[in-house]
């Protein structure tokens, strides 16, 4: 359990929490295979899809999902060898109620930033979930939005056109809406404590509770799924598409920086005490500045050298986890996910092995990925050339990366 401060300051884990709400009914889009988020589209239920989108996504930790009391064996079915990785509680009698106690379940866990998701958008994508991450601050939501584009009219008592309603700022809300967590969960207990229950999505009830939502730019893809005919329509597009080859690359990084006097060394973002260090104009961490290279070929954003030029002053001294993070992030906004990263460090000395652990969970926290996805290993040059006179330290790194399938199969 993380203290009050921490729970203010939403600083207990950089891993976001996930509520997906799938408690509702659905019965404006029929009952031919149970509720509407358990109907298939493209030979998988819309709630598989949802869960896909977020379990993929590298900085999505627990999620939660709000379900109906009698739906646990469509649940369980429909979320398959997925089903123990996330918790399924028992919804509310109101999507608003749902809300609340998928929050109460992520308590435990304590997340600093939370996703609240509607199981009927399926078509959610990981670049809107990344926008929506990046967007939330320690006291501010935010809100995936598209710009209202039909012209809007409001009726009158005796069903007439009374107004034009101008729909200059005017944004229609999507989800997932994103929240720090503890702020979020307080104005839902406020609400609920209150008996306020007519809050239509989590950003009224930010709204109300003064808490700031900064808009961003939604997708017109990420629909949701409300009548039978939407169910229809997205089962014939998704049926109707080709199947598509993953796009997965791979990248390769080398580097390596001679001894010089000094009283440790930097490998993989682990201070090493050693009786000398390595020479370069950042830290010299050879592990690191090969892993870059490796992420940055993965997207042809060229090398470290052009991101980070040894010229530039500012770099003297840095950190090379800057390198790897700039990397990474690059690698996101482009639609990536980073699926594993394997660096050899290739030394005399220091031995590598009583620090590998320390490595790996430096590199899982740069790379926002889990520890079993990176390996870091070592080897000796058999006291041949550079390496094995001891004057300096190599590594080598590959990272392979999936992108947005767009190769026709």
């Known amino acids: 359990m993380t203290d009050a401060s921490e729970r203010q300051t939403g600083a207990a884990t950089d891993k976001v929490g996930v509520v997906i709400v799938a408690a509702g009914r659905g019965a404006r889009a029929g009952q031919v295979d149970g509720p509407k988020q358990y109907q298939s589209i493209g030979g998988r239920a819309v709630i598989t899809r949802t869960l896909d989108a977020f379990l993929a996504h590298p900085r999505v930790g627990q999620i939660v999902v709000a379900i109906h009391a009698d739906d646990r064996d469509l649940f369980r079915k429909a979320a398959g060898a997925n089903a123990d990785r996330v918790i399924a509680i028992t919804g509310g009698d109101s999507r608003q109620a749902s809300v609340r106690l998928g929050l109460l379940a992520l308590r435990d866990h304590a997340p600093g930033r939370v996703l609240i998701h509607d199981a009927v958008r399926p078509f959610v994508d990981g670049g809107l979930i990344e926008r929506t991450i990046e967007a939330i601050g320690e006291r501010q939501g935010a809100l995936p939005t598209l710009p209202v584009a039909d012209t809007l009219k409001r009726e009158s008592a005796a069903g007439m056109i009374e107004e034009t309603v101008p729909r200059n700022g005017l944004h229609a809300a999507q989800t997932p809406q994103g929240f720090p967590f503890w702020p979020i969960l307080a104005a839902h207990e406020k609400a609920h404590h209150l008996g306020k229950a007519d809050f239509t999505d989590d950003a009224a009830i930010a709204e ?21 005919r939407d169910i229809a329509m997205a089962d014939q597009r998704l049926s109707g598409e080709r199947p598509r080859f ?9 580097d390596v920086h001679a001894f010089e006097p000094g009283d440790h060394v930097t490998l993989c973002g682990v201070a090493i005490p050693h009786d000398r260090k390595l020479s370069g104009h950042s830290d010299a961490d050879v592990g690191l500045h090969a892993l870059t290279d490796a992420l940055l070929a993965t997207c042809g954003a060229g090398d470290i050298g052009t991101h980070f ?9 840095a950190a090379s986890r800057i390198f790897v993070e700039h990397a990474a992030k690059l690698v996101r906004e482009r639609g990536g996910r980073i699926a594993n990263a394997d660096i050899t460090l290739i030394c005399e000395a220091p031995r590598i092995g009583p ?26 040059n058999e006291k041949l050339g550079f390496v094995g ?19 026709p199969a």
Do not use: C, F
């Open 355 to 380: 620090h590998r652990e320390a490595m790996t969970a430096a590199l899982a926290s740069m790379l926002g990925i889990a520890s079993e996805r990176i390996s870091v290993k070592a080897t000796t």
């Open 309 to 317: 030029p040894p010229s530039d002053p500012q770099w003297k001294g």
């Open 246 to 254: 993953p796009d997965i690359r791979t990248g390769n990084g080398y």
């Open 389 to 407: 006179r001891e004057e300096g330290i190599a590594a080598i790194a590959t990272a392979s990366v999936v992108y947005p399938g767009d190769v």
């Open 208 to 228: 109300w509770a003064h808490i700031p939502v900064k808009i961003v730019p939604g997708s017109p893809d990420n629909v949701k799924l409300t009548w039978a």
